[in-house]
């Protein structure tokens, strides 16, 4: 006979006692508590990877701090927040991740946390420029070039537009492995994409480097809705982004269920200028989790027969949506 | 999962290698070129398939063995045979140093530049290789030469490791540009055997046999004593062991100094089964090379202790993870496993017990963090070798996510002594709480570097001077290995036992006592320490990918630009944020020597 009693445990979080079902994360048992914790790689619909360490708190009796997203609660733990040594680690992990990567798309939150710690990536050095090589350095693990001395090493890299449905810009990946996980067991079960090379130069990539369209991408563009940072983006948006033109403020997000099939998906359609620039999925939607197949994300163009942004200039393609109104 | 594979296929030669390796393809599914009538039907490649996943690794090592580097045909072949996807074989092969996904010559030769070696000749090396063969990474004629980490050959400085396709590998030690380009011109030059300074000393415990028993030859072994510890353990029985290795409060050699007894008991005692033994050879840590001399000088007593161990946990498979730049020490222990299966002393029916044991020997490919206990398994398992976030701890979710007990070699060498002679009277060796003897590696300016076996509790002044080292002329001594820290002549009267080290913030980690003499340069050797940690992070936690970055970023400043106080107390913020939040050992002691040289001195007072 199973046990249906839910058990509980007693944790001391800042202070408080509080009591929390078996099983609660850390981080769960401060969101109960509206103690804000940062995450990165955490996701409420993937695996916790734990790799960016943002979200770390200290525990009594554990040496080195733990991070709150993998980590269950315990009964008589005592766990602190917002002690020096918290602070310090999250401060430095957002240093390091601005101090190497593009984060100008990552959410408004995270540069709060960005201010809330104090982040100052300007003291490593001015950033080296960008280096069109790092899919080879994938390829050689356990060597690197000598350090110039002046500079601090980024990740800065060309982006990859290779197919018309979305792009990856690299220059903004914090190698969360969110869109490994959403692409491969968490989600899709595609394995289209995988971390290769090693230490700083490991990166997101397909076999070989291949363009995703040689590769084993379905296009569900699961991979976009779940980057924190604005990586892999629709081709739409970054086009938009690029002509100055993308603008939150005048886009209108419309709750609609997927036409394709009987399952019922739930779409939420981002739309400016009349014009559908971007399809997500709520994540606490039951049937999604936030995931679409390629249908649900990018067949949506049959509503607006609109110039293929492709072959036509972008202030085209949006006067011809101004039109269609 | 819908495996999407490209068109390019194996050469002949690629497809001999995998099916060496993996066995013939068992229809056109899994590679076969012949489609069968019953394949248009069936199609088998399902969990059956996949769940051979952990022969990945092996998979690869055999190609890149026979043919030199890992084409997309012979990698897609691979997948077929294995159903993974592309896209995680070309991440876990990305992941290892001596496995190539671009095309390389058939001869390269891995020329340690390490903390050991560019004192001892290294530097000296690489300029003569510079001027006769080419700069590095440039392949002439079917050969080129790379800079690589410690080999593991301090006491035979410079070192170089030959991986040869088609051929065994070979190391180089005392190595001239000479042999270097004879190897690299494909002459044949077999690595050269292992030599103990204390050779043939009574007191010797754990390197008794080391030079002086032929490690080739199992009845040699037998007749020197051998198997008289497997045949107490199996009187005691596994409880009985158990009990003899508590008395002996063994400790972990590996760095951590874990007593050995609490995970057996925690894995004897666990109710899953199957239960695995895996013995970390994957010795990496720069100026460590005890465990080699233990595999290439007395390989069945590591076989034995690993036949005790599986007895007492209620293992019956373990796998032995060997470093892949060690061609002597794997034929030595492939031959011993070998020799050992053949006579019964491993298999179904040990020694006529009815215990069932056996050990499968498992390359490394060139990744210091695979000697990290969560990252081995999940390079056995075919994975990129990234450590797992703890807890659970291996002996409750291990290997396959089994509860598993893993030692490295010298701590399970020890066991052979404690159950043949007791626990308790393994226990009156060395201090209360570091019992035994232990082996240091000496290695740098002495006069006679090597592996030395010496009681727990030794001071650092003994050994030195046992090694022929002139302690009145010592800058610095590198303790417990890259990550390790650096002491100096003052602390040279610390004895050498876990609580001593600990009581003076310092850890002995795998036995490393490299000394630096008059003329050394500790500023060169701390960079190396640093662009060592950038370049073997396995780039998973941010702390330890971008940190190691940073570190050997602003050490280069400060040493190059007139010591700015800013740069120190950014690096003392970095290795703060490493050693709290990042995932594994790595990270957590990869500024350790660094700042230790800081605090010391050794690299100027900051302005």
Redesign the interface.
């Given at each position: 006979m199973s046990d249906t009693t839910l058990r509980t445990v007693t944790v001391q979080l800042d202070g408080t006692d509080i009591e929390v079902a078996e099983g609660t994360t850390l981080l769960d048992a401060c969101r109960s508590q509206d103690i804000d914790t940062p995450t990165l790689c955490y996701s409420d619909v993937l695996h916790p990877v734990?790799?960016?360490?943002?979200c770390?708190v200290e525990v009594e009796g554990s040496r080195?701090?733990v991070?709150a997203c993998?980590r269950a609660a315990e009964d008589g733990m005592v766990v602190a927040t917002d002690t020096e040594?918290v602070r310090?680690?999250r401060k430095?992990?957002l240093e390091?991740?601005a101090?190497?990567v593009d984060l100008s798309y990552a959410a408004e939150e995270v540069h709060g946390w960005m201010d809330r710690y104090q982040v100052d990536s300007g003291?490593?050095?001015p950033p080296a420029p960008p280096d069109g090589d790092r899919d080879?350095r994938?390829?050689h693990?356990?060597?690197?070039g000598a350090?110039d001395?002046?500079t601090?090493?980024t990740v800065a890299q060309p982006a990859k537009i290779d197919n018309a449905l979305y792009m990856r810009d690299y220059s903004r990946c914090?190698?969360c492995y969110k869109c490994v996980e959403a692409c491969?067991e968490d989600a899709q079960?595609?394995?289209?994409?995988?971390?290769?090379?090693?230490?700083?130069?490991?990166g997101v990539?397909?076999?070989?480097d291949?363009a995703l369209g040689?590769?084993?991408c379905?296009f569900c563009g699961n991979c976009i809705s779940v980057c924190p940072t604005g990586a892999i983006m629709f081709r739409s948006e970054y086009e938009l982004r690029e002509a100055g033109l993308w603008d939150e403020d005048r886009q209108e997000v419309t709750r609609t269920v997927c036409s394709f099939c009987g399952v019922g998906c739930n779409l939420d359609l981002h739309v400016q200028d009349n014009r559908i620039v971007k399809v997500t999925s709520p994540q606490d939607h039951d049937v999604t989790r936030g995931h679409l197949c390629i249908k649900g994300r990018f067949g949506y163009d049959y509503v607006q027969q609109l110039p293929d942004p492709m072959t036509t200039p972008i202030d085209e393609v949006l006067a011809a949506a101004r039109r269609s109104t | 999962m819908d495996l999407r594979f490209s068109d390019a296929e194996p050469t002949p030669d690629e497809r001999v290698a995998v099916d060496a390796v993996l066995g013939p393809p068992a229809s056109s599914w899994l590679g076969a070129t012949d489609r069968t009538a019953a394949d248009t039907r069936t199609a088998h490649t399902g969990r059956r398939v996949r769940d051979r996943r952990d022969e990945l690794l092996p998979a690869f090592d055999a190609v890149q063995s026979a043919v030199g580097w890992i084409s997309e045909g012979a990698l897609m072949y691979i997948c077929r045979h294995l159903s993974v996807p592309p896209a995680e074989a070309y991440g876990v092969a990305t992941f290892y140093a001596l496995l190539s996904v671009t095309e390389q010559p058939p001869r390269v030769l891995h020329v340690c530049d390490d903390v050991g070696c560019r004192g001892f000749g290294a530097n000296e090396l690489i300029a003569d290789l510079e001027q006769w063969v080419g700069p590095e990474d440039e392949p002439v004629d079917g050969a080129m030469w790379l800079r690589s980490p410690c080999l593991g050959q301090c006491d035979r400085a410079p070192a170089c490791y030959a991986q040869l396709a088609g051929t065994d590998d070979t190391t180089l030690v005392r190595a001239g540009v000479d042999d270097a380009t004879a190897v690299l011109a494909g002459a044949d030059v077999p690595p050269e055997s292992v030599a103990i300074p204390q050779q043939g000393d009574d007191g010797l415990r754990l390197l008794r046999r080391v030079g002086v028993v032929d490690p080739t030859d199992l009845d040699a072994y037998r007749a020197d004593g051998g198997y008289t510890a497997l045949r107490r353990a199996v009187e005691l029985g596994p409880e009985g062991v158990l009990r003899e290795l508590t008395d002996a409060n063994l400790r972990g050699r590996g760095g951590a100094a874990f007593p050995a007894s609490v995970k057996w008991k925690a894995v004897a005692n666990a109710p899953r089964r199957p239960k695995y033994l895996i013995c970390n050879a994957d010795e990496s840590e720069p100026g460590t090379f005890k465990d080699r001399v233990l595999m290439e000088g007395d390989p069945f007593a590591i076989i034995e202790s690993m036949t005790i161990a599986g007895f007492a946990i209620g293992a019956e498979q373990a796998y032995f993870y060997i470093r892949g730049e060690y061609p002597l020490a794997t034929t030595r222990m492939r031959h011993a496993i070998d020799q050992a299966r053949r006579r019964g002393f491993l298999g179904t029916d040990v020694m006529g017990t009815g215990f069932a044991f056996d050990i499968e020997l498992r390359r490394g490919q060139g990744a210091y963090i695979c000697g990290e206990e969560t990252a081995l398994m999940n390079s056995i398992e075919g994975y990129r070798g990234e450590p797992r976030n703890k807890p659970p701890f291996p002996t409750v979710a291990g290997l396959f996510g089994q509860p598993t007990v893993i030692n490295n070699v010298e701590t399970l060498i020890n066991v052979l002594a404690i159950v043949r002679d007791g626990g308790q009277a393994f226990a009156a060796i060395g201090t209360t709480d570091s019992t035994g003897t232990r082996l240091f590696c000496l290695s740098g300016a002495v006069v006679r570097p090597g592996v030395y076996e010496v009681d727990s509790g030794t001071t650092l002044r003994e050994l030195i001077i046992l090694a022929g080292g002139d302690v009145d002329a010592i800058t610095a001594v590198l303790l417990g290995g890259a990550a390790g820290a650096f002491v100096t002549a003052d602390q040279l009267d610390l004895p050498l036992s876990f609580e001593d080290a600990r009581e003076a913030g310092l850890g002995l980690g795998s036995g490393v006592v490299m000394v630096f003499g008059p003329d050394a340069d500790v500023a060169d050797a701390a960079r190396r320490i640093a662009r060592f940690f950038r370049d073997e992070s396995c780039g998973q936690c941010v702390p330890c990918r971008v940190g190691t970055v940073r570190v050997e970023e602003a050490l280069d400043r400060y040493l190059s630009n007139g010591h700015d106080d800013g740069d120190r107390t950014l690096i003392d913020e970095i290795d703060r944020v490493m050693k709290d939040a990042s995932i594994c050992g790595l990270g957590h002691t990869a500024g350790t020597a660094i700042r230790s040289a800081l605090d010391k001195g050794l690299l100027g007072d900051p302005t």
């Open positions: 734990n790799a960016c360490r943002v770390v080195p701090l991070p993998s040594r310090h680690s430095m992990v390091f991740l101090s190497s003291r490593y050095g080879e994938k390829a693990a356990g060597h690197h350090v001395g002046f601090a090493e914090i190698t491969g079960n595609t394995f289209a994409l995988t971390v290769a090379g090693r230490g700083f130069d490991a990539s397909t076999e070989y291949f040689d590769s084993a379905v | -």
